[in-house]
């Protein structure tokens, strides 16, 4: 379900790009001797061997002087978070900022490899000058080695079910599936996706219906579990007998990517808000809104509608993830289906630090609409 983020770090002109297009078997990145030819972060989806689906991502350079030097670092400081293995550059000279960057991936909890940069121009000496600087990281200095690295330094990740424990083979599951338009035309929404896979894949019989076919589906069938959009949980807990267990798409997201238990002690904040507090909207991606976004415009309007006209409400989309997160009272994350858990789990490591609580958008909503106690918890 979860992409492993492999984010490639270095000074310019160090080989990142031409690192990332051998291990990619194709050109994702310029690769040029003009130094800064990588500005923003450039992303590539790959299936690897042993490591499964990846998103290579190429960043800046990190001792880039130029013009916009400051704001390329910002943008791949950024990167660090949503990170699982690292790897970075390493040249015959060692730079100031090398020690740096290393401290602060390990500062993250970052995995890292070492990449010893045009090693075929390097003499044995030379290489093993390298390696003596850093005994305490794994080296590579070819595609071999590295691929090699990646599958040995692998962190062990928790094999998680979206659903738990709350399904089991043979149940039924009914799916209300709001189509509004922020649907994509044609298609349903990932989380929708990844859910329906997952019940078809543990062996549960699956029903989808829109929320105006809802009564017609209770008519049919007595579902072991209702799974809807967490805009409509009001609607569909008032519609399934009392005994239902219900959660949401955002709801499941949250249990396998994040806190669930964190997220469902920081909507308690909700209540305490008022009018001058300061809310912040946290989206892993970046989209054009519509008139019936979710994070931009309708839990907005529940909270203003609690806590008063004068709460104001911060967006923070993809990796603009504040620094400082003390004037907040409150921080709410996306279902960040297309965010890492990596990411997720620093965030709220972030949030923890900085003493601020912190939801998500399933649990908000259910909060909101006054039925959080309602809410099965994978």
Same mark, same amino acid.
């Given at each position: 379900?979860?992409?492993?983020?492999?984010?490639?770090?270095?000074?310019?002109?160090?080989?990142?790009?031409?690192? !990332?297009?051998?291990?990619?078997?194709?050109? #994702?990145?310029?690769v040029? %001797?003009?130094?800064?030819?990588?500005?923003?972060?450039v992303r590539?989806?790959?299936?690897?061997?042993?490591?499964?689906?990846?998103?290579? #991502?190429?960043? +800046?350079?990190?001792?880039?002087? *130029?013009?916009?030097?400051?704001?390329?670092? &910002?943008?791949t400081?950024?990167?660090?978070?949503?990170?699982?293995?690292?790897?970075?550059?390493?040249?015959?000279?060692?730079?100031?900022?090398?020690?740096?960057?290393?401290s602060?991936?390990?500062?993250?909890?970052?995995?890292?490899?070492?990449?010893?940069?045009?090693?075929?121009?390097?003499?044995?000496?030379?290489?093993?000058?390298?390696?003596? &600087?850093h005994?305490?990281? =794994?080296?590579?200095?070819?595609?071999?080695?590295?691929?090699?690295?990646?599958?040995?330094?692998? %962190?062990?990740?928790e094999?998680?079910?979206?659903?738990?424990?709350?399904?089991?083979?043979?149940?039924?599951?009914?799916? #209300?599936?709001?189509?509004?338009?922020?649907?994509?035309?044609?298609?349903?929404?990932? %989380?929708?996706?990844?859910?329906?896979?997952?019940?078809?894949?543990?062996g549960?019989?699956?029903?989808?219906?829109? %929320?105006?076919?809802?009564?017609?589906?209770?008519?049919?069938?007595?579902?072991?579990?209702?799974?809807?959009?967490?805009? !409509?949980?009001?609607?569909?807990?008032?519609?399934?007998?009392?005994?239902?267990?219900?959660?949401?798409?955002?709801?499941?997201?949250?249990?396998?990517?994040?806190?669930?238990?964190?997220?469902?002690?920081?909507?308690?904040?909700?209540?305490?808000?008022?009018?001058?507090?300061?809310?912040?909207?946290?989206? +892993?991606?970046?989209?054009?809104?519509?008139?019936?976004?979710? *994070?931009?415009?309708?839990?907005?309007?529940?909270?203003?509608? &609690?806590?008063?006209?004068?709460?104001?409400?911060?967006?923070?989309? *993809?990796?603009?993830? =504040?620094?400082?997160?003390?004037?907040?009272?409150?921080?709410?994350?996306?279902? +960040?289906?297309?965010?890492?858990?990596?990411? !997720?789990?620093?965030?709220?490591?972030?949030?923890?630090? +900085?003493?601020?609580?912190?939801?998500?958008?399933?649990?908000?909503?259910?909060?909101?609409?006054?039925?959080?106690?309602?809410?099965?918890?994978?």
């Amino acid at each position: 379900m979860d992409r492993l983020q492999l984010s490639f770090f270095g000074p310019t002109n160090s080989g990142k790009s031409a690192l !990332v297009n051998a291990l990619a078997g194709q050109e #994702v990145s310029l690769v040029s %001797p003009v130094p800064g030819t990588t500005t923003d972060a450039v992303r590539k989806l790959i299936e690897l061997p042993e490591l499964g689906a990846c998103v290579l #991502v190429d960043t +800046a350079g990190y001792d880039d002087d *130029g013009t916009l030097g400051d704001e390329r670092e &910002r943008l791949t400081l950024a990167q660090v978070d949503g990170t699982d293995i690292a790897v970075v550059m390493l040249l015959k000279e060692e730079s100031p900022q090398e020690k740096q960057w290393l401290s602060r991936l390990g500062r993250a909890g970052v995995p890292v490899i070492g990449y010893i940069a045009k090693s075929d121009l390097l003499l044995p000496q030379e290489m093993e000058t390298i390696a003596a &600087r850093h005994p305490d990281i =794994p080296l590579a200095h070819d595609l071999g080695s590295l691929l090699d690295e990646l599958v040995r330094v692998l %962190p062990e990740r928790e094999e998680r079910h979206l659903t738990g424990s709350l399904v089991k083979a043979g149940d039924c599951v009914l799916l #209300v599936m709001p189509q509004d338009s922020e649907a994509p035309k044609g298609r349903i929404i990932l %989380p929708q996706v990844q859910v329906l896979r997952e019940l078809l894949d543990r062996g549960c019989n699956a029903l989808c219906c829109m %929320p105006a076919s809802l009564s017609g589906a209770l008519e049919r069938v007595r579902p072991d579990l209702v799974i809807t959009d967490s805009q !409509v949980f009001a609607t569909v807990a008032a519609a399934i007998p009392a005994d239902t267990p219900l959660t949401s798409f955002s709801v499941l997201l949250a249990a396998a990517k994040g806190d669930i238990r964190f997220f469902v002690e920081g909507a308690a904040a909700i209540d305490a808000l008022k009018s001058g507090d300061r809310v912040l909207i946290a989206e +892993a991606c970046t989209h054009v809104p519509d008139t019936e976004d979710i *994070g931009r415009v309708k839990i907005p309007a529940l909270l203003r509608k &609690r806590a008063g006209e004068g709460l104001r409400v911060d967006i923070a989309a *993809g990796n603009d993830f =504040p620094e400082d997160l003390s004037p907040y009272a409150l921080i709410i994350h996306c279902g +960040a289906c297309v965010a890492t858990a990596s990411l !997720v789990r620093s965030r709220i490591r972030k949030a923890h630090l +900085a003493g601020v609580p912190m939801t998500n958008y399933g649990i908000a909503l259910a909060k909101l609409q006054g039925i959080l106690e309602r809410i099965a918890l994978p």
